[in-house]
């Protein structure tokens, strides 16, 4: 076990996020330990497969290739900085493989990169549409009734995998499919030395991730106060500071816009959740119930108490359906209170 605290950044909420984010972050930041980067959704597998469909080489996130060359600097530097992402998307090791000639020619061959893979079910479901295991969560309906439109389908994995490379040496850990909440827990339980079984503290690991996993939604991105968020259209990327006990202090760095407290961390705790008592994760079964929030100062917010047990014995696959290709137009609607105030900041680029 080395520091007591671990500093963990995110600089990437979705694919499509700033790729200058990463390596601005990393330079506000002078202390990070970790870097995460999350790029997968569900729409994204279907881009992703369609690109590799026209390319076998492709079906990664490319603008992670533009990430790498903005970090070179600091690790030439000399910064121990390491990073983690899903940005392998399905195709977890020819990223790697772009990521090393990158490396090599910026002569950063020291940097190892590890790879996590097994996320890619689609052949076993192919194989067994009919299996009980794969039945439609809400309806039952089997998997054979979606087979012929039927383009990707991946489980979410937990940090396990993550944390074997990690204990192996892997600066870069690339992967495809992962649980959102994983990319943090695992720096946790490799730098802590966790025991798989210690739920309590992967609990509040993954509750850092969470809260986390969106980018600048914790900073202020989603506040329902958002028009007095300060200097919004420079807005800062999270950081959490995770203890060994598991709790974390969400913060951000000095100088950058939004603001982080207890509003702000409680709106992102709610995003996406579901059940409260039974956030499910490959890692753990958490409950937000016993959670406690309390500000610590200028854009610093603890958070502790998780609780969990173990998780379900079953992994969570996502499919994603061949379409009709289309062309759409989309327009972009704002009700409530002060809408068209809200509309005009954003159409200045202000936000």
Same mark, same amino acid.
């Given at each position: 076990m080395g520091q007591s605290i671990l500093k963990i950044g995110n600089a990437q909420g979705f694919w499509g996020d700033s790729s200058d984010a990463p390596a601005a972050l990393v330079a506000q930041a002078h202390d990070l330990d970790w870097l995460t980067l999350d790029y997968l959704a569900e729409v994204s597998?279907?881009?992703?497969?369609?690109?590799?469909?026209? @390319?076998?080489t492709t079906g990664y996130a490319r603008d992670f290739l533009d990430v790498i060359r903005s970090l070179i600097p600091a690790w030439k530097s000399g910064r121990p900085l390491r990073l983690v992402t899903n940005a392998g998307g399905l195709n977890p090791r020819g990223c790697a493989q772009a990521c090393v000639a990158i490396l090599r020619e910026a002569g950063c061959a020291n940097l190892k990169v590890g790879v996590i893979g097994g996320d890619d079910v689609l052949e076993q479901i192919t194989a067994s549409a009919n299996h009980a295991s794969f039945a439609h969560l809400e309806t039952g *309906?089997?998997?054979?009734?979606?087979?012929p439109k039927l383009v990707t389908a991946n489980a979410y994995l937990? *940090?396990?995998?993550?944390? +074997? *490379?990690?204990?192996?040496?892997?600066?870069i850990v690339i992967?495809?499919?992962?649980?959102d909440p994983s990319l943090t827990v695992a720096p946790c339980v490799a730098h802590f030395g966790w025991p798989s079984?210690?739920?309590?503290r992967i609990a509040g690991a993954t509750v850092a991730g969470h809260l986390i996993e969106c980018g600048t939604q914790v900073t202020g991105g989603i506040s329902t106060d958002w028009l007095n968020v300060p200097d919004s259209s420079n807005i800062g990327f999270p950081v959490v500071e995770v203890a060994d006990a598991g709790s974390c202090v969400v913060t951000k760095p000095t100088g950058t816009g939004g603001r982080v407290d207890e509003h702000t961390?409680? +709106?992102?705790?709610?995003? +996406?959740?579901?059940?409260?008592?039974?956030y499910l994760s490959p890692d753990a079964t958490v409950?937000?119930?016993?959670?406690?929030?309390?500000?610590?100062?200028? @854009?610093r917010v603890k958070v502790s108490g998780a609780t969990a047990g173990p998780p379900g014995r079953a992994y969570a696959p996502r499919r994603s359906d061949r379409r009709p290709v289309a062309r759409a137009l989309a327009t972009r609607a704002r009700g409530g209170g002060r809408a068209c105030r809200r509309s005009r900041r954003r159409a200045r680029g202000r936000a």
């Open positions: 597998m279907s881009i992703l497969a369609r690109q590799r469909q026209r @390319d076998p *309906a089997g998997a054979d009734t979606v087979l937990g *940090a396990q995998p993550l944390v +074997e *490379a990690i204990r192996a040496g892997a600066n992967t495809g499919r992962v649980a079984d210690g739920y309590d961390v409680k +709106e992102q705790l709610l995003y +996406e959740i579901g059940d409260p008592a039974l409950s937000f119930l016993t959670l406690q929030v309390q500000d610590e100062g200028i @854009d």
